[in-house]
T-cell receptor
Framework: AQKITQTQPGMFVQEKEAVTLDCTYD???????LFWYKQPSSGEMIFLIY??????QNATEGRYSLNFQKARKSANLVISASQLGDSAMYFC?????????????FGTGTRLTIIP | AAGVIQSPRHLIKEKRETATLKCYPI?????VYWYQQGPGQDPQFLIS???????DKGSIPDRFSAQQFSDYHSELNMSSLELGDSALYFC???????????????FGAGTRLSVL
């Protein structure tokens, strides 16, 4: 089974609007971390935001916030007031926080295009 | 702030040749990770090292090997290259803060390997 599912292959959003990128995950581990990364066309992978499974509040980092619904196993990324520079591929990832497991498991990504 | 440095940024090799990719982690980070991202794919975990010891292993081919040196830099050695090895290879680094820590992985800009 897919551990991370991103159901939106591509999205087009008008500049200055808010956008929500969907991510659902699957794990039986009670301790895990959820991450969002941005990959512009230049190729680098940029860390955006982190949410721990035991965190009581949704994570926020500037214009980025994570809508964490644990019971639904979803961790949607919300970008407020979108900008042209937000056009990129966005990956949701998870790390199960058990000893010896270091890897991030990524979803297939969502390509976001901001329209002027 | 200093980031993860990868070299070379681009590499072109022929089939059956060897390649060595280098990674210099963020200062004071002692864990490095290697990921492979094929065209249009999400990154796949290859291997990680903590304090110069292998800490986790993913779907790394037997033709590939890696190590972490005393100055914490890491090298990924790839032999008998195949056309399917053409990909973007990322190195990431993190600073563990104890068991279950969020352990954010910060990625380098990647090495784009083309096998002809």
């Amino acid at each position: 089974a897919q551990k991370i599912t991103q159901t939106q292959p591509g999205m087009f959003v008008q500049e200055k609007e808010a956008v929500t990128l969907d991510c659902t995950y699957d794990t039986s581990d009670p301790s895990y971390g959820l991450f969002w990364y941005k990959q512009p066309s230049s190729g680098e992978m940029i860390f955006l935001i982190y949410q721990g499974s035991y965190d009581q509040q949704n994570a926020t980092e500037g214009r980025y916030s994570l809508n964490f619904q644990k019971a639904r196993k979803s961790a949607n990324l919300v970008i407020s007031a979108s900008q042209l520079g937000d056009s990129a591929m966005y990956f949701c990832a998870m790390r199960e926080l058990n000893f010896g497991n270091e890897k991030l498991t990524f979803g297939t990504g969502t390509r976001l295009t901001i329209i002027p | 702030a200093a980031g993860v440095i990868q070299s070379p940024r681009h590499l072109i090799k022929e089939k059956r040749e060897t390649a060595t990719l280098k990674c210099y982690p963020i200062p004071r980070h002692d864990t490095v990770y290697w990921y492979q991202q094929g065209p249009g794919q999400d990154p796949q975990f290859l291997i990680s090292f903590y304090e110069k010891m292998q800490s986790d292993k993913g779907s790394i081919p037997d033709r590939f090997s890696a190590q972490q040196f005393s100055d914490y830099h890491s090298e990924l050695n790839m032999s008998s290259l195949e056309l399917g090895d053409s990909a973007l290879y990322f190195c990431a680094s993190s600073s563990p803060q104890g068991a279950g820590a969020k352990n954010i992985q910060y990625f380098g800009a990647g090495t784009r390997l083309s096998v002809l």
